[in-house]
């Protein structure tokens, strides 16, 4: 049964707006909660996956002479500059939320560092100003696994609504029929860790049984 974009409750690159915040340098050098490695695999690859399905994404950084937006993320968002703030909340900034409201989206999707701060002030803001707002967990990271938890916890008790990097790009491409599953299965390829090799190695032997014709 095909359900009606009136009331399909999962995301599709026409319906939300993306804001990555603050994965910059020093976040990441004091994050705790996770391998700093896997955070910046995972917002590369959910930058590059709003890349494929051109969904609406802006990228913010505080302090920004004194620390860079990690490489991967800079690489996977060259055609934009990051605002730059010196507000801890970012929803404080009249130039995040003018873009918000330029974009005319209900949904948000966000990540940030630290999650204690950076990603959970924009989120209840926004959640307070009536946005329906998502949050990618596992593309965000604390200065302790328990300030990350804990914020993830307040956030979903204020009606954020967590999900991880692979689900967002999954739920974006829906059905595989579509044109863009060669280029997710690429980004899968890329950074989607043990599934990722298991899809280069099912290349390899294809290629071997193509060539054994």
Not at 29 to 37: A, D, F, I, P, W
Not at 173 to 195: H, I, K, M, P, Y
Request: glycine content about 8%; some cysteine; charged content about 20%.
């Amino acid at each position: 049964m095909t359900v009606s974009a009136r009331h399909d409750p999962l995301l599709n690159p026409e319906n939300h707006a993306l804001l990555l915040i603050d994965h910059q340098y020093l976040q990441m050098l004091t994050t705790r909660s996770h391998e700093v490695g896997d955070i910046i695999n995972n917002v590369a690859a959910v930058a590059e996956g709003a890349k494929i399905f051109n969904v609406s994404t802006l990228v913010t950084t505080a302090f920004a002479e004194k620390q860079n937006v990690v490489s991967a993320l800079a690489d996977a968002t060259s055609d934009q500059v990051p605002i730059d703030r010196t507000t801890l909340n970012s929803w404080e900034d009249p130039r995040i939320t003018d873009w918000v409201k330029a974009k005319g989206k209900r949904k948000l999707v966000m990540a940030g560092q630290w999650t204690e701060v950076c990603l959970a002030m924009p989120v209840l803001s926004a959640l307070a100003d009536g946005y329906e707002v998502y949050i990618i967990t596992d593309a965000s990271g604390g200065a302790t696994k328990e300030a990350h938890d804990m914020a993830v916890q307040r956030m979903v008790q204020a009606g954020a609504v967590p999900m991880t990097t692979w689900a967002y790009v999954s739920e974006l491409q829906r059905d595989w029929a579509r044109e863009t599953a060669g280029a997710v299965s690429n980004l899968f390829a890329a950074r989607g860790g043990g599934f990722g090799q298991g899809l280069r190695w099912q290349w390899q032997l294809l290629a071997l049984k193509e060539g054994s014709r």
